[in-house]
């Protein structure tokens, strides 16, 4: 692929950190870094097979969790004065600890009325499609569940076609509103729905964008079934 993206999407390392901590069901307080440490590379190596530009904090955190890993499989040293042992995870709980703190905080503050925001016109409804009235239960996912279901979805094209120098000249934000005309219109589409019969990996790509510029936007809300099913898109507010 002869392209870079470049996006401003993700909250941050620490804020992937949080996700797979609660993916897993772990206990902040004793993080089993090795296998924290994978999957955390795994999923920078996803962003890279995206053609998505990172962050080099995203690549301090992922240096920090392999120097903890590293520490973790030496002797451990006692503090000479109390005679505790150190914990080299110590100080990455107590970020995280803080990060997740001002993470609600901000949530809590943003769930507030704003003015404008949460005022609608007798013709709108304020309420966004349950999909939990579709026959199948869904579950909302976030912006890094999206990623990793588009890893899958790109890895069962195979290899990416050659770029030709003179090729249809493409624009996010274009793709972006025709995203909402249609689910305007529509109210709910699947990926597949959006896709259409186009299959090249430049047109997904700038779709997967389009929806996770959306998603932090918080104008569109993505649910999946179960592993691997269906990915529907709903309108935030209508």
Same mark, same amino acid.
Request: charged residues 30%.
């Given at each position: 692929?002869?392209?870079?993206?470049?996006?401003?999407?993700?909250? %941050?390392?620490?804020?992937?950190?949080?996700?797979? $901590?609660?993916?897993?069901?772990?206990?902040?307080?004793?993080?089993?870094?090795?296998?924290?440490?994978?999957?955390?590379?795994?999923?920078?190596?996803?962003?890279?097979?995206?053609?998505?530009?990172?962050?080099?904090?995203?690549?301090?955190?992922?240096?920090?969790?392999?120097? $903890?890993?590293? *520490?973790?499989?030496?002797?451990?040293?006692?503090?000479?004065?109390?005679?505790?042992?150190?914990?080299?995870?110590?100080?990455?709980?107590?970020?995280?600890?803080?990060?997740?703190?001002?993470?609600?905080?901000?949530?809590?503050?943003?769930?507030?009325?704003?003015?404008? *925001?949460?005022?609608?016109?007798?013709? %709108?409804?304020?309420?966004?499609?349950?999909? #939990?009235?579709?026959?199948?239960?869904?579950?909302?996912?976030?912006?890094?569940?999206?990623?990793?279901?588009?890893?899958?979805?790109? %890895?069962?094209? %195979?290899?990416?076609?050659?770029?030709?120098?003179?090729?249809?000249?493409?624009?996010?934000?274009?793709?972006?509103?025709?995203?909402?005309?249609?689910?305007?219109?529509?109210?709910?589409?699947?990926?597949?729905?959006?896709?259409?019969?186009?299959?090249?990996? *430049?047109?997904?790509?700038?779709?997967?964008?389009?929806?996770?510029? #959306?998603?932090?936007?918080?104008? $569109?809300?993505?649910?999946?079934?179960?592993?691997?099913?269906?990915?529907?898109?709903?309108?935030?507010?209508?």
């Amino acid at each position: 692929m002869g392209y870079e993206i470049k996006l401003d999407i993700f909250e %941050g390392p620490l804020d992937l950190l949080l996700y797979l $901590i609660r993916k897993n069901e772990i206990d902040i307080y004793d993080i089993p870094i090795a296998r924290i440490t994978r999957q955390y590379l795994e999923y920078i190596d996803v962003l890279r097979s995206l053609n998505l530009d990172l962050a080099g904090e995203y690549l301090v955190l992922a240096a920090t969790l392999l120097h $903890i890993k590293s *520490r973790l499989l030496l002797p451990v040293e006692e503090d000479p004065e109390t005679g505790d042992e150190e914990d080299p995870r110590a100080e990455l709980v107590r970020q995280l600890l803080e990060y997740q703190a001002f993470k609600e905080a901000a949530l809590q503050l943003d769930s507030r009325p704003v003015l404008e *925001r949460d005022v609608f016109t007798r013709s %709108g409804s304020a309420v966004a499609p349950d999909p #939990l009235e579709e026959p199948e239960i869904f579950a909302e996912m976030d912006v890094f569940d999206l990623v990793k279901a588009f890893q899958q979805i790109l %890895g069962r094209l %195979g290899r990416a076609e050659p770029m030709e120098i003179d090729v249809e000249r493409m624009s996010l934000t274009d793709r972006i509103n025709e995203i909402m005309d249609r689910l305007t219109e529509h109210k709910n589409l699947t990926f597949t729905d959006l896709i259409g019969e186009r299959a090249d990996r *430049r047109w997904i790509l700038y779709t997967f964008l389009a929806l996770l510029e #959306l998603m932090k936007l918080r104008m $569109i809300r993505a649910y999946q079934g179960e592993s691997y099913g269906t990915i529907r898109l709903f309108l935030a507010v209508e």
